[in-house]
């Protein structure tokens, strides 16, 4: 089956600007969540979307929204682009709950460039 | 989140067993132990969990201290394809909903031809 797909692999925007990644889960998987990695901090926790709510979010600004549609497909945005907000983005779905303790699955990320 | 603690790095020759160990002496009773790993250019991929018991897959082969402060990822025949960061992570399943995964540093593992 098809993996996780996230369009488009790599952006350059300019400070100030918005922008809008996409992610397209496994099919049948209803949780998506997305992630951020620099070389500073890492890997962290950005929020998951389930049945298209937000469930759970990390400790992010406002600025990092999402939203998930009833395909389970998945979007972020991040508006007023800072330098900061350089890095890669990942999108990782699963399948629902957490009584399975299945495994995530991620896409090869978005790399965004801020200039 | 309960926290890990791994090495920042590793070597191992090619063809030859890898030890990557975790400590995580704060485990609480409903954590599961999830170790993924990066490889170059790419996202996480899952390579194996457990509770208690040691765990085989195709992967790799977990093994988890009897007082579960510590676990050990055990690759049996290392190959250039295993060069990647390897993270230990721990997952409470103690609520509906927790699907966060919580990386640390990992382990930076490099196979020596």
């Known amino acids: 089956k098809a993996g996780v797909t996230q369009t488009p692999r790599y952006l350059i925007k300019t400070r100030g600007q918005q922008v809008t990644l996409s992610c397209s889960p496994i099919s049948g998987h209803r949780s998506v969540s997305w992630y951020q990695q620099t070389p500073g901090q890492g890997l962290q926790f950005l929020f998951e979307?389930?049945?298209?709510?937000?469930?759970n979010k990390g400790n992010f600004p406002g600025r990092f929204s999402g939203r998930q549609f009833s395909n389970s497909r998945s979007e972020m945005n991040v508006s007023t682009l800072e330098l900061g907000d350089s890095a890669l983005y990942l999108c990782?779905?699963?399948?629902?709950?957490?009584?399975?303790?299945?495994?995530?699955?991620f896409g090869q990320g978005t790399r965004l460039t801020v200039v | 989140d309960a926290k890990t603690t791994q090495p920042n790095s590793m070597e191992s020759n090619e063809e030859e067993p890898v030890h990557l160990p975790c400590n995580h002496s704060?485990?609480?009773?409903?954590?599961?132990i999830h170790w993924y790993r990066q490889l170059p250019s790419q996202g996480p991929e899952y390579v194996i969990h457990g509770l208690t018991s040691n765990v085989n897959n195709r992967m790799a082969s977990l093994a988890i201290a009897e007082d579960r402060k510590s676990s050990t990822l055990i690759l049996h025949r290392a190959t250039l394809r295993d060069a990647a960061v390897y993270y230990c992570i721990l997952r409470d399943v103690g609520g509906f909903g927790n699907e966060k995964l919580t990386f640390g540093t990992g382990t930076r593992l490099t196979i020596i031809p």
């Open positions: 979307y389930f049945s298209e709510t937000q469930r």
């Open positions: 990782a779905s699963s399948l629902e709950g957490h009584s399975t303790n299945t495994e995530a699955f």
């Open positions: 704060t485990i609480s009773g409903t954590d599961y």
